[in-house]
């Protein structure tokens, strides 16, 4: 009987995978829309903004990320803002104006940014593909890998796109 061997190519090409996937943030997100806390829902009054918020507990934000929205068209002054954050400040582990969505993204950036790649010095890398992610994301992984890596590529280790060889 033949005996066939199968070898691996793609482990035998010795090209290492960075998945951003891996850097994804895993705290819970959430939204606080500060309108809720607006005379009539469009005006900031002093009185009546201090009274809103300490009504609130504050507490339901323990160990999340918050991103203060106004879903009105309302101009809110810089020290409503600072109000909420003395606030919030004892419970949450990130806070911004913007949407969950945008903080997301904010707070993916920051970990790949200060992820530890020395791993990758002087090797084959790609950075594999997936339509779930932001394409900034994919910026800022080349701009991190490039001075690092001896080729940098995207895809999957089987049929990646050069993208950098030196």
């Known amino acids: 009987m033949d005996q066939k061997i199968f070898i691996n190519k793609a ?3 010795g090209i290492i995978a960075l998945d951003l996937s891996d850097y994804k943030p895993s705290l819970d997100i959430v939204e606080l829309d500060i309108r ?3 005379f009539m829902g469009m005006i900031v009054k002093e009185k009546e ?3 809103s918020i300490a009504a609130v507990d504050f507490s339901v934000y323990h160990e999340k990320a918050v991103g203060i929205v106004c879903s009105t068209d309302a101009i809110i002054p810089p020290w409503a803002f600072m109000m909420l954050m003395e606030k919030l400040s004892p419970y949450v582990v990130y806070a ?5 969505e945008t903080i997301r993204l904010d ?7 200060y992820a530890d790649l020395k791993n990758y010095k ?11 992610h932001d394409p900034s994301l994919y910026l800022l992984a080349a701009g991190l890998l490039k ?20």
Do not use: C
């Open 147 to 166: 001075p690092l890596v001896k080729t940098l590529m995207y895809g999957e280790i089987g049929l990646p796109k050069v993208i950098f060889k030196s």
């Open 96 to 100: 911004d104006l913007n949407n969950a």
């Open 36 to 38: 809720d806390h607006l």
């Open 11 to 13: 482990e035998a090409s």
């Open 107 to 113: 707070l993916w950036k920051r970990r790949l940014m």
């Open 122 to 132: 002087n090797q084959k890398v790609v950075v594999r593909a997936s339509t779930d």
């Open 49 to 51: 903004f201090k009274e």
